[in-house]
């Protein structure tokens, strides 16, 4: 029962944050925005369905499901983080990579101490997220495949960002 809790949170997360998204899309478009990196977003949504997949797979298969505590509250820390860097960047949060030309990086909260923490944030939620159910081979091929897909994006972004 907990499990199906806990997906079911993530999923209404993840659809909240593609709803703010698209909402901050539309201001960006409106206001010059230029998109960047666009032929690997499709696979950066799809690496995010199949982590919802594999974990309900994965769960299932266990023979003795429990939950580790320890990583339900570090992932509602990452969650205080992630509203952190959400609210910083305000209507620039997106899932994709807009850039309006001369404007200004935004240099306030979390970005006054790290260039990407939104993504340093989405590495620990890939990694935490299967193992507060101790689902291992989730957590780690999916960390791993995360990891590909981030070294791509932040490419494109920091291109974006030069521009």
């Known amino acids: 029962m907990a499990f199906i809790l806990f997906i079911s949170f993530v999923i209404l997360l993840r659809i ?3 709803t703010l998204s ?7 478009l409106r206001n010059g925005a230029v998109e960047y990196g666009h ?7 799809a690496l995010h369905i199949l982590l919802i997949i594999s974990m309900i797979f994965e769960y299932s ?17 990452l969650l205080a983080f992630k509203t952190w860097v959400i609210c910083s960047l305000g209507k620039f949060w ?6 309006i030309p001369n404007i200004p990086l935004i240099k306030n909260g979390p970005y006054l101490y790290f260039k990407h923490p939104n993504y340093m944030i989405v590495i620990a939620e890939i990694m935490v997220i299967p193992l507060i159910f101790n689902l291992y081979y989730t957590a780690i091929s999916f960390t791993l495949l995360n990891a590909i897909m981030l070294f791509i994006r932040i490419k494109e972004e920091n291109k974006a960002l030069l521009i």
């Not at 909402?23 to 960006?28: C, D, F, T």
């Not at 298969?61 to 820390?77: A, E, G, K, T």
């Not at 997106?94 to 850039?99: F, K, L, M, P, S």
């Open 16 to 18: 909240a944050e593609l």
């Open 61 to 77: 298969r266990q023979s003795d499901p429990n939950f580790s505590l320890f990583f339900i509250i570090f992932f509602f820390i």
């Open 39 to 45: 032929r690997h977003y499709p696979f950066i949504v």
């Open 22 to 28: 698209k909402s901050n899309e539309k201001w960006l």
């Open 94 to 99: 997106n899932t994709r990579i807009y850039h």
